[in-house]
């Protein structure tokens, strides 16, 4: 513990609403509602089903990367980007290793370039079918939709698997070379068209 | 875009009485920023928004940086008179600086498309002088970003609309991103601790039966139970 505490902040109430607003209801959509997808919690103060106030409560998958950070190296930091956003992790491998190679001054071969620009649209591809599933079952649609959209992303998975022995996470993108690629990409996009 | 010279003589210019200073961050990335003092930041921040060239219209990130009290040794070559001779003589000078917290804002400009300007804000230390202005009346994205610095880093900021803990929950106390922040002993519940994690259970969880086999663990005191 840090040796002085500065006095807590004399918080805002958490209720929203007061006796004199007879007609809301507050309601508090958690993290572990459908809709939103585990991330965050909303406080909302509903007046039949029109919401009239709402209140976002944030924290529920910080995983304080930025202090894991401060006692990885920069290789070993690599897997938690995978996690920041696990429908793109390609993407946030690639961020982390442009700012680091940025910091290191640290030149890409061309073949790393391309490959990256690729293995980053297939991430892309499967994230947006997701993206549809997700999209159709928040509208309503109780979840077949999501599973059709997922049994086209499992073919990228598929290919992802072959690529690097995970199906999701894969820290591939290493700072200072290519992802190794057992098989021709060209070859591998032709398919899951 | 103009140089950090440049945009630091306009900005002197544009406010008086502000003192800004160059951080210069040597290496391949290069990206000096501007160290603004803190009566003076709001005013500065509203001319680098509101100047025609400028535009900085855009605060993409707001973060905290947490400097402790540390010792920076300086060595230069001196002439001095040694036997008689006069040499070129190595003076070490060590310089203790008391720590501060910062925060660091990027800037960059929607209209004009350039940037990023990088400004500093430092407090006058890490205790009870942790206060800065705040910089959301300017840029309103630095509203969660600025929470989240007194969340983490436990940095006041003076004029913010809603100043509450973002990400931790609101009972917590002590703010994790500091460099002296050590977890809890018992944040965690390990089923089969060893090592360092066994040393710190002891002191926390009642002795365990003999017949399991394991390892006598024994509170520090009797008074020390399970819940205790």
Known sequence: MSEQILETVERPPTRMTSRLDGELMEVSMGPQHPSTHGVFRMNVALEGEIVRKLKPVFGYLHRNHEKIGENTSYLGSMPYTDRLDYFCSMTNNWAYALSVEKLAGIEVPERAEYLRVILAELTRLQNHASLIGFLLSDMGAWGTPLMYAFREREKILDLFESLSGSRMMWSANCPLSSPSMPVSPVRCCAHVA | MESSDEIKARAKAAVPGAKIDIVSNPGPANQPSLLIDNEH???????????????????????????????????????????????????????????????????????????????????????????????????????????????????????????????????????PMRKDYREPDDYEFEPTPHDDVLEKAKQHYNPRPQLDGAENITPRNEAETLNG
């Not at chain 2, 509101?50 to 070559?77: E, H, I, M, Q, Y």
């Not at chain 2, 002439?79 to 720590?99: A, N, S």
Request: hydrophobic share 40%.
């Open chain 2, 41 to 175: 930041a709001s005013a500065v921040a509203r001319f680098l928004r509101d100047d025609p060239a400028l535009r900085l219209d855009f605060c993409s990130n707001a973060t905290g940086v947490d400097w402790l009290d540390r010792t920076v040794k300086k060595t230069v070559k001196v002439k001095k008179v040694v036997d008689g001779v006069e040499k070129d003589v190595d003076q070490t000078t060590e310089e203790k600086i008391p720590g501060y917290l910062e925060a660091v804002y990027h800037l960059y400009s929607m209209t004009h498309k350039h940037g990023p300007v990088i400004i500093r804000m430092r407090t006058a230390d890490r205790a009870e002088g942790a206060r800065l202005p705040s910089l959301t009346p300017i840029w309103r994205s630095a509203e969660f970003q600025e929470r989240e610095i007194f969340d983490l880093y436990g940095v006041r900021f003076d004029d913010h609309p809603d100043l509450r803990r973002i990400l931790m929950w609101d009972e917590f106390e002590d703010y």
